[in-house]
């Protein structure tokens, strides 16, 4: 296994060890692997928790943003710094569950050999530990970009991915990509499948994203990303042999 686990994180003071330690037990064993963390912006003691955690996890590299710039953003600069072919992005919060990458790696890595053009295996919260609003609201933008971008992802909103990084940075970047990450790869001619994941509450913290704000982006996005997929053009190719 070769693989670089992007985390973003703002303000997760809290969570941040208790992360690590979890993705250091899940990774023990692993062929060659790297815990790239991108602290966007935080104003807590997140840069002092990492500056810490930095002499005692060999395997963690820390990036900053000075100023925040937002989730996609953070994720964007992780993979680009990224040393190896294979990416899992988490959440800073800890509710994704760091062992489930070995198996959603292995599940990529098998279907890939069979079909080159799987490029990214999408957590699914099937079984979410979050509260009746949240469930709700998720559930409807859910529905409702399916519907219109007809990606058959059921949950585009879970931070737990495996995919290839040459891929990924082939794909458009814009403010809020992560939401639209598979209906982006669709675009592009891969596939993407889901996988149930396992979700867990949020112990430490809170959320760093309102329901509104999430509303209002995701409208404006969705636009965006219509507009995308209506301008794609997929073209079959062969290349002439001399002969």
């Known amino acids: 296994m070769q693989i670089s686990i992007v985390i973003p994180v703002h303000n997760e003071a809290d969570n941040i060890v208790p992360l690590l330690e979890e993705i250091v037990g899940v990774m023990h064993g692993a062929d060659v692997y790297e815990i790239i963390v991108v602290d966007d912006g935080s104003n807590d003691q997140t840069s002092q928790v990492l500056k810490q955690a930095l002499q005692q996890v060999a395997t963690l590299r820390v990036i900053q943003h000075e100023l925040s710039c937002g989730q996609s953003t953070a994720v964007y600069t992780g993979v680009k710094a990224a040393q190896y072919p294979i990416i899992a992005t988490l959440d800073g919060d800890g509710q994704n569950d760091p062992a489930d990458i070995p198996r959603l790696y292995d599940l990529l890595m098998q279907q890939n050999k069979a079909n080159s053009d799987l490029w990214m295996v999408a957590g699914w919260r099937n079984k979410r530990q979050d509260s009746v609003w949240k469930l709700f ?10 519907g219109l971008l007809g990606d058959n992802t059921p949950d585009t909103g879970c931070g737990l991915k495996v995919f290839l990084r040459g891929k990924f940075l082939e794909l458009p970047y814009f403010d809020h990509m992560h939401r639209f990450l598979p209906a982006l790869v669709i675009r592009a001619g891969g596939r993407v499948i889901s996988e149930p994941v396992n979700h867990r ?3 430490q913290g809170y959320s760093k994203y309102g329901t509104l704000d999430r509303l209002w982006a995701g409208v404006t996005d969705l636009v965006g990303v219509i507009w995308l997929k209506k301008r794609a053009k997929l073209p079959v190719t062969k290349e002439l042999q001399r002969g």
Do not use: E, M, P
């Open 201 to 203: 509450a949020r112990s």
């Open 137 to 146: 609201s998720s559930k409807f933008a859910n529905t409702v970009r399916s």
